[in-house]
């Protein structure tokens, strides 16, 4: 594949907010089981034979009317979004929906669904939380057994932790594709526009996993043969865009206003596990087990370090080599908003540069996103960062 049918194969899923590729394995006779962000355990889905696909939202090419009924006006976007394209049929070929302990949002977002669409499988899944590794990790265990119950029994096949192990090993080789593409970002970002990535990583939402791993690996190799010279640009990391996603537009601007955007936490449930998942033993607490030792910096996530928040970004940007910080969050987000002042207070001390906005993820205007990326990208080039 040459990277332009790529980059337009992936543009087309993330633009078809119709679902029409789900829709056409569905009526092939594959079920699909949707998500929401952060983070659900996709290997579970597919261990049933099921697709798992992530939803993120109709982003700026939905109107938002019947969805803001069920949901007051201070809150995130995401919700309304959500139910809007439950109430337009988009989302009826899922059988199932996930919605992970993100905020209170999102646990109250399971409730409504189970009003919305009462024929479909819904289960909400209390993260591991707290600071007793050992009762988490059993717990998790026992939530992913529980969970893998059901959707077998949806999927209307047989609980098999051998296939569990196996989708276990997939999703390693997916985390370990997708980690393979913020290295060649972060090492050679003018080879790796973040549209593309980001684009790339959103097709992986609605794709099985092992066409992604081809899809994944192809772009790679595009990117290794790219001839693309460096510009002066300054090196970025974008932080608080981990739940409702940024709009494209959004994430081009910034690139377009003199940033390199070198490491950032957009759809970064497929990265939380850090390292390999044992496929050995019970693969329950195989997963649990990384879930709760090796699981990324986040705010849906418990730290038990009083100054660990502190040191996230200064560490974030140390790794990506980064110049400054972009504290980019969702309007109303708290995960977010709430972190925001301990990983400043963080970056300042560290002497990291940095600047914050808030967005929408059908934030259609992006000036005023570009005058403040390109001014704060020409303050690092004149004055330095640390």
């Given at each position: 594949m040459?990277?332009?049918?790529?980059?337009?194969?992936?543009?087309?899923?993330?633009?078809?907010?119709n679902l029409a590729s789900v829709v056409?394995?569905?009526?092939?006779?594959?079920?699909?089981?949707?998500?929401?962000?952060?983070?659900?355990?996709?290997?579970?889905?597919?261990?049933?034979?099921?697709?798992?696909v992530g939803v993120h939202g109709g982003g700026d090419q939905v109107?938002?009317?019947?969805?803001?009924?069920?949901?007051?006006?201070?809150?995130?976007?995401?919700?309304?979004?959500?139910?809007?394209?439950?109430?337009?049929?988009?989302?009826?070929?899922?059988?199932?929906?996930?919605?992970?302990?993100?905020?209170?949002?999102?646990?109250?977002?399971?409730?409504?669904?189970?009003?919305?669409?009462?024929?479909?499988?819904v289960r909400y899944l209390d993260l591991p939380q707290g600071g007793?590794?050992?009762?988490?990790?059993?717990?998790?265990?026992?939530?992913?057994?529980?969970?893998?119950r059901d959707l077998a029994r949806l999927a209307g096949v047989e609980v098999s932790q051998d296939?569990?192990?196996?989708?276990?090993?997939?999703?390693?080789?997916?985390?370990?594709?997708?980690?393979?593409l913020y290295r060649a970002r972060r090492d050679h970002p003018e080879r790796v526009p973040s549209e593309e990535l980001y684009l790339v990583l959103r097709a992986g939402e609605v794709m099985p996993p092992e066409e992604f791993l081809e899809f994944g690996a192809a772009y790679l190799a595009e990117v290794a043969a790219s001839t693309a010279s460096p510009r002066d640009n300054s090196r970025v990391v974008v932080v608080g865009a981990f739940c409702e996603q940024p709009p494209l537009g959004l994430i081009k601007t910034l690139e377009r206003a003199g940033c390199y955007i070198v490491d950032d936490d957009?759809?970064?449930?497929?990265?939380?596990?850090?390292?390999?998942?044992?496929?050995?033993?019970?693969?329950?607490?195989?997963?649990?087990?990384?879930?709760?030792?090796?699981?990324?910096?986040?705010?849906?996530?418990?730290?038990?370090?009083?100054?660990?928040?502190k040191r996230v970004v200064p560490d974030l940007a140390r790794e990506a080599r980064a110049d400054g910080v972009i504290f980019a969050a969702p309007s109303f987000c708290d995960p977010a908003l709430l972190d925001r002042p301990m990983l400043r207070a963080g970056a300042e001390a560290a002497e990291v540069p940095c600047i914050a906005f808030k967005y929408s993820e059908n934030t259609g205007q992006f000036q005023q996103f570009r005058e403040q990326a390109g001014t704060f990208s020409d303050a690092i080039k004149l004055w330095g960062g640390r």
């Open positions: 040459s990277r332009e049918s790529i980059v337009k194969q992936a543009r087309e899923l993330y633009e078809d907010i056409a394995r569905v009526r092939a006779g594959q079920k699909a089981v949707g998500y929401l962000p952060v983070y659900a355990p996709r290997e579970v889905i597919h261990a049933c034979g099921m697709l798992p109107e938002i009317i019947r969805g803001d009924a069920y949901y007051q006006s201070y809150i995130c976007h995401l919700p309304r979004s959500v139910v809007e394209l439950a109430l337009s049929g988009r989302l009826d070929c899922l059988s199932g929906m996930l919605f992970p302990s993100t905020c209170d949002v999102i646990r109250n977002l399971s409730g409504a669904w189970q009003v919305l669409k009462p024929d479909t499988y007793a590794p050992e009762l988490m990790t059993e717990f998790w265990a026992e939530e992913l057994r529980v969970l893998h296939r569990l192990r196996d989708s276990i090993a997939l999703y390693n080789r997916v985390r370990e594709v997708v980690r393979a957009f759809l970064v449930g497929n990265r939380t596990i850090t390292r390999p998942v044992a496929t050995e033993g019970d693969p329950y607490v195989a997963l649990s087990a990384a879930v709760v030792h090796h699981a990324v910096k986040c705010p849906v996530f418990y730290e038990p370090d009083p100054g660990g928040k």
